[in-house]
């Protein structure tokens, strides 16, 4: 029997791609909407069931006012409302560990927006960040055809997706959006902004401190001098971030039950109760950029890169650490997306373009075969 070329395989693919997509003037924007048409239609064909209970239970709560559990929409606005003022939460609870993320309050106060214009404006961010995404991948892999592929993984895993599907209200889309718009300004003002708006959205942020100033150096191909200023820039916001926080549990008395009651035995207790689906939970936060991570690791090994195996460990293993103490893993995994974008870069260029167009098939497959979900 004669043996197919396995790219064969891939032709009436890449045919329609390069015919109806990627040849046109525009074709960034038909790449955002032709990956979230079939990807979300996948995922309502394959898990409608999920979708279903999430936004009728939406719906539930915001059209219908009838509150639903583990919707945070309407404390989201009661805390925009009085965002100083100490509140009595329950232990172990949603709101009790969002004490000190005001961003999203402040703006629906500010807004003067109701829990659904929470949530459109959180969709409408989404459009923005997919476009942004883009925009930068593209640079990054500089091939249309790539940039799709690479663009479609994303759209199906969490940081992709949760703008439109997580709906609960946990304003995960906000952060990612902030985080993704601190990579792309280069304006110390500018970049202080988002840097401080991410922070604030949620302070898991604060800990790819490390990955944003290596994105800009990698990204921008920073000199010594340049990259200096932008790991001093990226420092300095996190110390104000730090000593605004201590000012104002000093002087309002605010407290983050994460923090306030963190002891090494809880968190030992945290990593015994996560680690019995850990492996399942983060695959599904991850899903086909395992690879990307397995991958730069061994590079860097084998390349004796050394200060960079460091750093890439300072950009990931704080977050997967956090992943354990507060349970919800997919969630919390998916913060590292910017560290998926540096790895990529350097995977990029340590091996040739058939060997990266393979590797980011499979991601993109693999992630579209598995669901998305979370927490």
Not at 114 to 122: A, H, K
Not at 185 to 208: I, N
Not at 242 to 253: D, I, P, T
């Amino acid at each position: 029997m004669d043996t197919i070329n396995l790219w064969s395989l891939f032709n009436p693919l890449e045919s329609f791609l390069e015919k109806s997509i990627l040849s046109s003037k525009y074709w960034k924007t038909r790449v955002l909407f032709f990956s979230c048409l079939f990807s979300f239609t996948w995922l309502f064909v394959f898990n409608r069931g999920y979708i279903y209970e999430n936004f009728r239970s939406f719906y539930a709560d915001v059209i219908l006012h009838n509150p639903q559990p583990y919707f945070f929409w309407n404390s989201i606005i009661e805390q925009g409302e009085a965002p100083l003022t100490f509140h009595k939460y329950e232990s172990g609870s949603h709101e009790a560990n969002r004490i000190f993320r005001l961003t999203i309050p402040m703006v629906a106060h500010y807004l003067h927006l109701n829990s659904l214009g929470l949530y459109m404006l959180q969709v409408l961010l989404g459009g923005v960040f997919l476009y942004i995404l883009i925009k930068i991948l593209s640079r990054i892999l500089d091939d249309k055809l790539l940039t799709f592929y690479l663009f479609f993984a994303f759209v199906n895993v969490y940081v992709g997706s949760c703008f439109f599907f997580n709906c609960f209200g946990h304003g995960d889309g906000y952060t990612f959006f902030f985080m993704l718009c601190a990579l792309i300004v280069r304006v110390p003002l500018l970049m202080t902004l988002f840097c401080q708006l991410a922070f604030w959205c949620d302070e898991r942020s604060v800990v790819m401190a490390v990955a944003l100033w290596w994105f800009h150096h990698l990204y921008y191909q920073l000199g010594k001098k340049d990259s200096s200023k932008v790991l001093l820039l990226v420092a300095g916001n996190v110390l104000l971030y730090l000593g605004v926080r201590v000012y104002l549990s000093r002087a309002y008395h605010l407290a983050s039950e994460d923090v306030e009651n963190f002891s090494f035995d809880r968190y030992l207790y945290f990593i015994k109760f996560t680690s019995l689906w850990y492996g399942k939970r983060s695959s599904v936060s991850l899903e086909g950029f395992t690879l990307v991570i397995m991958m730069v690791l061994i590079i860097l090994y084998r390349d004796r890169q050394y200060l960079r195996i460091l750093l890439a460990l300072g950009s990931w293993l704080p977050i997967v650490a956090i992943s354990f103490l507060v349970g919800d893993t997919v969630r919390t995994l998916s913060f590292t997306f910017v560290f998926w974008m540096i790895a990529l870069m350097i995977i990029k260029e340590r091996i040739n373009s058939v060997q990266l167009k393979v590797l980011i098939i499979v991601i993109a497959f693999v992630n579209l075969l598995i669901p998305v979900s979370f927490p």
